[in-house]
T-cell receptor, first 115, second 113 residues
Framework: GENVEQHPSTLSVQEGDSAVIKCTYS??????FPWYKQELGKGPQLIID?????GEKKDQRIAVTLNKTAKHFSLHITETQPEDSAVYFC??????????????FGQGTTLQVKP | NAGVMQNPRHLVRRRGQEARLRCSPM?????VYWYRQLPEEGLKFMVY????????ESGMPKERFSAEFPKEGPSILRIQQVVRGDSAAYFC???????????FGAGSRLTVL
């Protein structure tokens, strides 16, 4: 079945450094790739997403890159701050439908930013 | 806009009891999704509903679990005869017609004793 693999499972960086989280997906039809941030005891919050018709998207300190050939996408956070500490999840839509929220999630990356 | 509203936030049940989790989507959103998150794991799709219609329930366990989204009122995820393995966080999400972008609620955390 469809699968999304996410690495690393934990990531510790010093404040101000960059953090990179990588995901691979198996469904060739996937065309929507969101990233969610989940803080303790809260629901996932969308932080950035990318569609298959672009290779890169940036929003202030956060960027996402997509390589459709390799079925690989990555989250880049620059100038990390302690408030970036959270669990980050990548996801891919199932079957390539443009209007369904049926997503396959990665296993999550716990990011710790040390002051 | 109050966002996706879920209640209860925490629910404790003994084995064999029933659990009912409720979700009201964002205003203007007509699609509701339920996801389950086991401890230390990612979210797993369970079911996708529109008003009075189940669109995709491929992620729902075949027994004891059911979901509905009536014409009036919130969507309800019902778990009958709960077992300890049902202990998890259950998240509801919604999106507007024709869009992938999901907005999640804060979740309902079920503990089965």
């Amino acid at each position: 079945g469809e699968n999304v693999e996410q690495h690393p499972s934990t990531l510790s960086v010093q404040e101000g450094d960059s953090a990179v989280i990588k995901c691979t997906y198996s469904d060739s039809a996937s065309n929507y790739f969101p990233w969610y941030k989940q803080e303790l005891g809260k629901g996932p919050q969308l932080i950035i997403d990318i569609r298959s018709n672009v290779g890169e998207k940036k929003d202030q300190r956060i960027a996402v890159t997509l390589n459709k050939t390799a079925k690989h996408f990555s989250l880049h956070i620059t100038e990390t701050q302690p408030e970036d500490s959270a669990v980050y999840f990548c996801a891919a839509n199932v079957g390539g439908s443009s209007n369904t929220g049926k997503l396959i999630f990665g296993q999550g990356t716990t990011l710790q930013v040390k002051p | 806009n109050a966002g996706v509203m879920q209640n209860p936030r925490h629910l404790v049940r003994r084995r064999g009891q029933e659990a009912r989790l409720r979700c009201s989507p964002m205003k203007g959103h007509s699609h509701v999704y339920w996801y389950r998150q086991l401890p230390e794991e990612g979210l797993k799709f369970m079911v996708y509903l529109q008003k009075e219609n189940i669109i995709d329930e491929s992620g729902m366990p075949k027994e004891r679990f059911s979901a509905e989204f009536p014409k009036e009122g919130p969507s309800i995820l019902r778990i009958q005869q709960v077992v300890r393995g049902d202990s998890a966080a259950y998240f509801c999400a919604s999106n507007p017609p024709g869009a992938n972008v999901l907005t999640f609620g804060a979740g309902s955390r079920l503990t089965v004793l």
